[in-house]
Every structure is written in C-alpha cells, then in structure tokens.
C-alpha cells in the first residue's frame, strides 16, 4: 500500500513561485518512479514533471520546461516540485502519482494510467 500526501499548493500572482511537497508513505519507496501530474475542471490528468526511481533520470513537459524542478529526497520519502515564472494557465490541481519502477510504461512517462497509486491533489491558483 502506498499513500501520497501533497502539499504546497495555494495562490500567487503570475510570475511567482511555489514549492509543491509530495510525502509518500510506503516500505519499499525507492522502487517507485514519480511523476508530477495537473487537471484542470473538464482537462485530462497531464503530466508536468517525472523523476524515476533512483533519482537520475527527471523529464518535464514542454510546457514547463525550463520553469519547473522536480527532484526527490529518498531518506526522508519526499518529492517536490519547484515551480518558478508560473503563468495563468498553470493553475490547476496538482497530483503527485506513483509507478512502480519495474513495470513499463506504455506511452513514455506521462500517461496518467500508467501510474498505480495518487495522492489527493494540492490546489495550485495563479493570478494577473
């Protein structure tokens, strides 16, 4: 069993930043990959950023390359996302889901099905 609890979220203008915080509570924690994912009212689940297992391999969305960090602090079973120069169309609720490291991936990492347990979303509001 693997829970996931996000935290970080909240409201800022354009052009912020916020540190998004993902605490995972499982055993065997390290043999999960984690991925960063957003859903906005009436969106799919896309991804935005990923880091696998062992914490050497990141990807990121073209949409927020070069703006977000994700990286992954494995003695204390967190993960976090650092979001910078955050733009209107980034608000959304944001989930932190996790795959095990072992399996496959059908569509490469950002394919919201593709992972096994989320956790319950952390609310990420940007503003003009």
């Known amino acids: 069993q693997v829970q996931l609890v996000e935290s970080g979220g909240g409201s800022v203008q354009a052009g912020g ?3 998004l ?3 995972a509570s499982v055993a065997d924690y390290s043999d999960f990959d984690i991925g960063w994912f957003r859903q906005s009212p009436g969106k799919e689940r896309e991804g935005a950023a990923f880091v696998d297992f062992g ?3 990141t990807e990121y969305a073209e949409h927020v390359k070069g703006r977000f ?3 992954r602090d494995n003695a204390k079973k967190m993960i976090h996302l650092q979001m910078n120069s955050l733009k209107l ?3 959304a609720m944001y989930y932190c889901g996790a795959h095990w490291g072992f399996s496959s991936f ?3 990492w950002s394919k919201a099905s593709d992972y096994n347990y ?3 979303g952390t609310q990420v509001t940007v503003s003009s």
Request: aromatic share 4%; net charge neutral; hydrophobic share 15%.
């Open 17 to 19: 930043s916020l540190r």
């Open 89 to 91: 169309q980034d608000t």
């Open 106 to 108: 059908t569509e490469g």
């Open 21 to 23: 915080s993902c605490s």
């Open 55 to 57: 914490g050497g391999r």
């Open 118 to 120: 989320w956790g319950q």
């Open 69 to 71: 960090t994700i990286s």
